[in-house]
T-cell receptor, first 110, second 116 residues
Framework: RKEVEQDPGPFNVPEGATVAFNCTYS??????FFWYRQDCRKEPKLLMS???SGNEDGRFTAQLNRASQYISLLIRDSKLSDSATYLC???????????FGKGTTLSVSS | NAGVTQTPKFQVLKTGQSMTLQCAQD?????MYWYRQDPGMGLRLIYY???????DKGEVPNGYNVSRLNKREFSLRLESAAPSQTSVYFC???????????????FGPGTRLTVL
């Protein structure tokens, strides 16, 4: 099993849609979880950290299920500007590295 | 604040040539990292420096060397470039020290390297 797996997409949705991305990770000892956003030909930027109790930042909601080793990102009321690749990131073995998923591509159209 | 800066932005090398990628951060961060990003592979850690004066190998260190010149600067050197090193290289930094920590990593704009 790969360390971090994501559905690559692309997810093509209209403006205003709700879309959810999923991510699974293999290291049960991982302690920290993040979603990063990467625009085309740009650097990754932190979107939000993911906490055990779940957390929300505006239209974005992140959930963590440690038992199933599963992370999700929900985007409500999608905007054109949400079009990007979303990277699921977890700490690796012994907490010594950040492991990046390959990313899920979202395209929001008008 | 410029954040994390990288030079050059683009580079084309011939097989066997050497070059150094430069990275600097002005956020007084302790840890710095070098990643490569290839299509379909995601970001992979090459080397990191958890504090000034220390460097450690990441997932894909072969063919690379690094130098943590001071707290601000972390360079990546390709001694004898190979076509397999064609990639986009990102430098990143984070506030924490003592390991590849749990705090936010801030990335530079990347260097697009092609090795012919």
């Amino acid at each position: 099993r790969k360390e971090v797996e994501q559905d690559p997409g692309p997810f093509n949705v209209p403006e205003g849609a709700t879309v959810a991305f999923n991510c699974t990770y293999s290291n049960s000892a991982s302690q920290s979880f993040f979603w990063y956003r990467q625009d085309c030909r740009k650097e990754p930027k932190l979107l939000m950290s993911v906490y055990s109790s779940g957390n929300e930042d505006g239209r974005f909601t992140a959930q963590l299920n440690r038992a199933s080793q599963y992370i999700s990102l929900l985007i409500r009321d999608s905007k054109l500007s949400d079009s990007a690749t979303y990277l699921c990131v977890v700490t690796g073995q012994a907490g010594t590295a950040l492991i990046f998923g390959k990313g899920t591509t979202l395209s929001v159209s008008s | 604040n410029a954040g994390v800066t990288q030079t050059p932005k683009f580079q084309v090398l011939k097989t066997g040539q050497s070059m150094t990628l430069q990275c600097a951060q002005d956020m007084n961060h302790n840890s710095m990292y070098w990643y490569r990003q290839d299509p379909g592979m995601g970001l992979r850690l090459i080397y990191y420096s958890a504090s000034e004066g220390t460097t450690d190998k990441g997932e894909v260190p072969n063919g690379y060397n690094v130098s943590r010149l001071n707290k601000r600067e972390f360079s990546l050197r390709l001694e004898s470039a190979a076509p397999s090193q064609t990639s986009v290289y990102f430098c990143a930094s984070s506030e924490g020290w003592g390991g590849v920590g749990v705090d936010t990593q801030y990335f530079g704009p990347g260097t697009r390297l092609t090795v012919l």
